[in-house]
């Protein structure tokens, strides 16, 4: 039970442990007129209720173990607004694990599609500055061709590795959309760094995954969609990012469509990092993007 002063949480009184006092010899009669703040804990966990459950596995994992058995107060903008449980916290975080397992990339076991287009949406709700990083390998058909899909595998989760290692876990999200195509949310204010960063660590390690021989003329013999035997490059990485501000976009759609016409332009390019603003300029990009994949 939360005990509250002017509709503001004060404390919380744990049932079993009043009980256990309560029932000691003359306890009743000594301590029975006494104010509740005599039984409460004086320094009780807040927890907004808006808050995401994601941000809330601290509380199960942290050193001070009290609060599962004493509970937490819910509070909307520092006012009650309920009691919540250890039991009932573990059943959510189980839950959302779950949820998120189902829809986790089974090759990088980051976030697939559906979580992704998820996140995009809280963001737009919650009107963030966010960028929204489309990356895809350059000649991974190539690569995949030559050296098998178990290669390629390899190739793909190293990207993953890569990806996660820049990103700022509090901050900016890693979602694996399919094949070799990935979406990089990113709060971070450096967030222009962390994709150059994200490209040159790529970049560097990927020759590792050829065969000397081929590490050392540079390319791969192979058809191209046409039938046709062409050269093409080592694999090296391309990032569209898409600078999101309030209000700009509606859906996640939107924000996908114009963050591939952002990788399609760093591919053609060939510049390796390209960025889109939210200026009118950029839409005008990405209309002209739209025209010409129809």
């Known amino acids: ?52 459950l994601e941000e809330l596995i601290h509380v199960l994992t942290a050193e001070d173990q009290r609060y599962l058995n004493d509970g937490f107060v819910l509070v ?3 006012k009650y607004a309920g009691i919540g449980t250890a039991e009932q916290l573990v059943r959510s975080v189980t839950e959302l694990r779950i949820e998120a397992a189902r829809h986790a990339n089974p090759l990088t076991f980051l976030p697939g599609n559906i979580p992704t287009a998820e996140h995009v949406r809280r963001l737009l709700l919650g009107g963030m500055h966010f960028c929204a990083s489309y990356c895809d390998l350059n000649h991974f058909k190539a ?97 569209g990012a898409l600078q999101v501000a309030p209000a700009q976009y509606d859906s996640p759609e939107d924000v996908a469509t114009a963050a591939a016409a952002a990788k399609h332009q760093a591919k053609r390019s060939n510049a390796g990092l390209f960025v889109l603003d939210s200026s009118a300029a950029a839409r005008d990009f990405e209309r002209a993007f739209l025209r010409e994949s129809a």
């Open 143 to 239: 690569f995949n061709d030559r050296f098998g899909y178990w290669q390629g595998d390899k190739m793909i989760r190293l990207l993953a590795s890569v990806i996660t290692q820049a990103c700022d876990p509090q901050r900016d999200f890693a979602g694996h959309i399919g094949g070799d195509d990935f979406m990089v949310l990113l709060q971070s204010e450096d967030w222009q760094v962390r994709c150059a960063r994200i490209i040159e660590c790529f970049n560097a390690a990927a020759p590792a995954l050829y065969d000397p021989l081929t590490r050392e003329r540079g390319y791969i013999e192979s058809e191209d969609r046409q039938g046709n035997l062409t050269r093409f490059p080592l694999t090296t990485l391309s990032i």
């Open 76 to 78: 909307d903008s520092g």
């Open 1 to 52: 039970m939360a005990v509250l002063h002017e509709g503001l949480p004060v404390g919380i009184v744990n049932r079993r442990r009043f009980l256990e006092r309560y029932s000691l010899p003359y306890y009743p009669e000594v301590y029975g007129r006494k104010s509740c703040t005599t039984f409460m804990e004086s320094n009780p966990l807040l927890i907004e209720i808006n808050q995401p």
